[in-house]
Nanobody, 122 residues
């Protein structure tokens, strides 16, 4: 199982970015895939997750209404569309996967990709 996150960058407050998480070694439609973010010195924060087999998506309160998670099974990729970005969204974003597909929110995941840095300037 491997995950490759990309799409981070520098954006002004109010701007948008789309993160991609390309999966290999498993199918995203059979796993739960989540996005987390981490500020140096702090614990990782769960952001969003998707479980295609359950037909569910979840968002943390801090991003609900601004971020959208989706999957493309043909590309075996999960996306995180981030709109109306705020400086407090600045962090390293990680995607993670787990074969436990029920209740994908706010729990530990078995497989992690490398992070992609998102910086939102004020």
């Amino acid at each position: 199982v491997q995950l490759q996150a990309s799409g981070g960058g520098l954006v002004q407050s109010g701007g948008s970015l789309r993160l991609s998480c390309v999966a290999s070694g498993f199918s995203v439609d059979n796993y739960a895939v989540g996005w987390f973010r981490q500020i140096p010195g702090k614990e990782p924060e769960w952001v969003s997750c998707i479980s295609d087999s359950e037909g569910t998506t979840y968002y943390s309160n801090s991003v609900k209404g601004r971020f959208t998670i989706s999957s493309d099974n043909a590309e075996n990729t999960v996306y995180l569309q981030m709109n109306s970005l705020k400086p407090e969204d600045t962090a390293v974003y990680y995607c993670a996967a787990d074969d436990e597909v029920t209740g994908c929110y706010e729990r530990l995941y078995d497989y992690w990709g490398q992070g992609t840095l998102v910086t939102v300037s004020s």
